[in-house]
């Protein structure tokens, strides 16, 4: 892993913008928020953020995260010294923030998606790592980089939240040592995972009662689905945040099921695919439409209305023989 350069950078610029992507999870905020700070603590500069959608309001706890601002905030003629993207696949997860990122002079990208294009001029870029803030964790590591307690939440938070309370398969010895890194800074776990998984609102509760009550089970309940349309959302006084979080999980939970995913109407012919798999290798399925992410957890954005994007993943399951 080369980092002196980044090191370089951040010394020689003298502004600075952290970019999340689209639709932002706790991973993308906590390594944006998380490398304010190591960057503040470190080098005693300060950063804008931006994000370019809805901050979920249960990151809203973030420090520093109020600082971070909409992308329509910003003056899109402006140069930055350096431009980092944090979590962030390919340059067209950071939507309109793409046009700042490619005027900048110097350009990072520091994720952990294997379907990585490694699209900037530093690219930190490692698979095996659970979660970007993981692997950020590493990069302070390697720069001998004071991580203070108000970063080490943020990177938990984000490490947490990725690896599921450090439940699913990309969890490792590495994660949890990292985990326990962070830890001995005085960060309270117990309060992070509160606010993060007991602080849903009602409306999103009985959402997704209501989202796994209508599941369709397939090919002897090893595949299971359900179908998201805007009028359910409206019918759950839906309030911006993504009442989805977590759905696709709760499929997979069901005992015999292999390969679960979400269908969410986005507009008329547009849908959001989520996907999670047990053991299955669904990135395939959803590089087959121009989306990425991991073996067991990915997602895309399929030009067609929900009902026929479901059938054209049920076809892109069945070519591929993972069910």
Same mark, same amino acid.
């Given at each position: 892993?080369?980092? #002196?350069?980044?090191?370089?950078?951040?010394?020689?610029?003298?502004?600075?913008?952290?970019?999340?992507?689209?639709?932002?999870?706790?991973?993308?905020?906590?390594? +944006?928020?998380?490398?304010?700070?190591? @960057?503040?603590?470190?080098?005693?500069?300060?950063?804008?953020?931006?994000?370019?959608?809805?901050?979920?309001?249960?990151? #809203?706890?973030?420090?520093?995260?109020?600082?971070?601002?909409?992308?329509?905030?910003?003056?899109?003629?402006?140069?930055?010294?350096?431009?980092?993207?944090?979590?962030?696949?390919?340059?067209?997860?950071?939507? #309109?923030?793409?046009?700042?990122?490619?005027?900048?002079?110097?350009?990072?990208?520091?994720?952990?998606? #294997?379907?990585?294009?490694?699209?900037?001029?530093?690219?930190?870029?490692?698979?095996?790592?659970?979660?970007?803030?993981?692997?950020?964790?590493?990069?302070?590591?390697?720069?001998?980089?004071?991580?203070?307690?108000?970063?080490?939440?943020?990177?938990?938070?984000?490490?947490?939240?990725?690896?599921?309370?450090?439940?699913?398969?990309?969890?490792?010895?590495?994660?949890?040592?990292?985990?326990?890194?962070?830890?001995?800074?005085?960060?309270?776990?117990?309060?992070?995972?509160?606010?993060?998984?007991?602080?849903?609102?009602?409306? +999103?509760?009985?959402?997704?009662?209501?989202?796994?009550?209508? &599941?369709?089970?397939?090919?002897?309940?090893? @595949?299971?689905?359900?179908?998201?349309?805007?009028?359910?959302?409206?019918?759950?006084?839906?309030?911006?945040?993504?009442?989805?979080?977590?759905?696709?999980?709760?499929?997979?939970?069901?005992?015999?099921?292999?390969?679960?995913?979400?269908?969410?109407?986005? &507009?008329?012919?547009?849908?959001?695919?989520?996907?999670?798999?047990?053991?299955?290798?669904?990135?395939? @399925?959803?590089?087959?439409?121009?989306?990425?992410?991991?073996?067991?957890?990915?997602?895309?954005?399929?030009?067609?209305?929900?009902?026929?994007?479901?059938?054209?993943?049920?076809?892109?399951?069945?070519?591929?023989?993972?069910?």
């Amino acid at each position: 892993m080369s980092v #002196e350069q980044l090191d370089i950078s951040i010394k020689s610029s003298k502004n600075i913008l952290l970019v999340s992507h689209i639709n932002p999870d706790g991973d993308t905020l906590g390594s +944006m928020c998380g490398f304010y700070w190591l @960057i503040k603590d470190n080098y005693k500069k300060t950063c804008e953020m931006v994000v370019v959608s809805k901050i979920p309001s249960v990151y #809203e706890f973030l420090p520093q995260i109020s600082c971070a601002k909409f992308i329509e905030e910003y003056d899109l003629s402006r140069e930055y010294d350096l431009v980092i993207n944090l979590d962030v696949a390919s340059k067209d997860r950071c939507s #309109e923030a793409q046009v700042l990122f490619d005027k900048a002079k110097m350009t990072v990208n520091i994720d952990h998606h #294997e379907t990585n294009t490694n699209y900037a001029d530093l690219n930190i870029v490692n698979p095996e790592s659970a979660a970007t803030s993981e692997l950020i964790v590493e990069i302070a590591d390697k720069l001998n980089w004071k991580i203070s307690k108000t970063a080490a939440e943020c990177l938990y938070v984000g490490i947490m939240t990725d690896t599921g309370c450090f439940r699913f398969s990309n969890t490792t010895q590495k994660t949890l040592q990292t985990a326990g890194k962070l830890l001995s800074t005085g960060v309270n776990s117990a309060q992070l995972y509160q606010n993060c998984y007991e602080s849903n609102s009602k409306d +999103m509760v009985l959402f997704q009662s209501y989202c796994v009550g209508k &599941s369709v089970f397939l090919n002897d309940d090893k @595949i299971a689905y359900t179908i998201v349309y805007k009028k359910d959302l409206e019918k759950f006084n839906y309030n911006g945040d993504d009442f989805t979080d977590g759905l696709t999980e709760k499929l997979r939970a069901v005992k015999g099921v292999e390969i679960a995913f979400v269908v969410k109407e986005l &507009s008329a012919n547009v849908s959001k695919l989520s996907m999670r798999s047990r053991s299955k290798d669904i990135v395939q @399925i959803c590089t087959a439409f121009t989306g990425g992410g991991h073996k067991l957890a990915a997602g895309a954005v399929i030009k067609a209305n929900p009902e026929n994007a479901v059938k054209l993943v049920l076809e892109e399951i069945k070519n591929n023989k993972l069910c």
